[in-house]
């Protein structure tokens, strides 16, 4: 792991540690920012809930083995546990805790279309999750305490993990480099190499990760929309057929032919269209799609007129694909914006900005010509004054 004196470029990351070498930087968060971030109480609460994900991990000893248990959990649940050897786990906080997906703005340069969540684990001393590799990119954000970490310098791709418990622990352990970390430290960790952190005082770790999809997923996902395309969902008809395809033989010009029909299929706007719509979906259920009370496109406008300035929640995801015919289609929570060419503007603003006032729409043209797309970000819950 190498020990950088500050933040890599977004181009140096990309071209030297993207998914190749892990890296720490000392004080990158300022420590104050922690202070509006969730804390143990705000973390025990949402274990306490039905929809939440979360995890409570007891460190093995001489007299125990690793565990894992899953929640919802009880009020009492953390009352027996005692002050040390154990960790609470609780996905997704930055869609329930708004202040601290405000973390994501100190990793604008990260690929968003592609992340999961931020996990956010309280751990008492001793409290570890065991050796283990993970198959997405991190970011160990650490929060208030001190915790140890030791992180493997190669991928591992053949692990062995200890049989028989519910939870991923090397059988031989993280062989690699050491290291204490303390608040606003962060460690980037690329898919399948091995670490380990171990809580050397009361802590809390931010974990901000990112994940791509198997290709058995892209496939099957893709196979779906082109169901919903009847005229575009083409059968193959055995088209150019020869007598080597005789009985039970597909020759390779069959073979090439189904690969083209593949290809071809890939290259369409189409593709782009639902590479969009499927990037953006969320990591988990939410019925907060839209207001209960729908903002009318007049009192929007009166809004910006009065100086309102229309701001993206940070844990938003919205995902941008550029078509063959140069056309740009935004989607959120699976699904495209209506949007046209002309609102390119619009588009490229989202990618970059945070804000939106009347000022910046009357630089792009015509403000009713970005009207109607606004209020459907606003009555979707991607815009918010």
């Not at 002050?83 to 973390?103: G, I, R």
């Not at 791709?157 to 049989?163: G, L, R, V």
């Not at 974990?207 to 919903?228: N, T």
Request: proline share 4%; net charge negative; glycine share 8%.
């Amino acid at each position: 792991m190498f020990i950088l004196d500050k933040f890599p470029t977004a181009h140096e990351f990309y071209t030297t540690y993207w998914g190749r070498k892990p890296f720490l930087v000392r004080g990158y968060i300022e420590p104050s920012s922690f202070d509006n971030f969730a804390d143990g109480d705000i973390l025990a609460g949402l274990s306490l809930e039905d929809e939440v994900k979360s995890r409570l991990v007891k460190t093995a000893s001489e007299s125990q083995k690793w565990s894992c248990d899953h929640g919802p959990f009880k009020e009492d649940t953390y009352t027996s546990l005692g002050e040390k050897n154990w960790s609470l786990l609780v996905q997704n906080v930055d869609q329930y805790h708004p202040d601290t997906a405000k973390l994501l703005q100190s990793f604008d340069f990260s690929p968003k279309w592609l992340m999961d969540d931020i996990m956010v684990s309280y751990s008492t001393v001793g409290g570890s999750v065991g050796p283990h590799i993970d198959s997405y990119h991190v970011f160990l954000v650490q929060g208030i305490g001190k915790r140890t970490w030791t992180v493997g310098q190669e991928p591992i791709h053949d692990e062995e993990c200890i049989a028989g418990l519910d939870l991923k622990v090397l059988k031989e352990g993280v062989v690699g480099k050491t290291v204490d970390v303390n608040t606003g430290d962060v460690i980037y960790i690329p898919p399948h190499f091995g670490h380990e952190g171990v809580t050397l005082e009361e802590a809390m770790t931010f974990s901000v990760g990112f994940l791509g999809p198997k290709m058995s997923e892209l496939f099957v996902e893709y196979g779906y929309h082109l169901e919903q395309l009847e005229k575009k969902n083409q059968r193959y008809s055995g088209q150019g057929l020869t007598p080597n395809d005789s009985r039970f033989m597909i020759s390779d010009n069959a073979q090439n032919t189904i690969r083209d029909m593949f290809t071809n299929s890939l290259k369409t706007n189409d593709f782009a269209t639902w590479m969009a719509e499927y990037f953006s979906a969320p990591t988990h259920d939410d019925d907060s799609d839209i207001y209960e009370s729908l903002i009318e496109k007049g009192d929007l406008l009166q809004a910006l007129q009065d100086g309102e300035v229309l701001h993206r929640p940070d844990h938003i995801k919205l995902t941008i694909t550029s078509s063959t015919d140069g056309h740009m289609n935004m989607a959120y929570h699976g699904a495209r914006v209506p949007t046209s060419p002309i609102h390119t503007s619009l588009i490229s603003w989202l990618n970059n900005h945070d804000t939106i006032s009347l000022s910046d729409i009357n630089e792009w043209g015509n403000v009713d010509d970005y009207i109607d797309v606004i209020q459907h970000l606003y009555n979707h819950h991607i815009l918010s004054f």
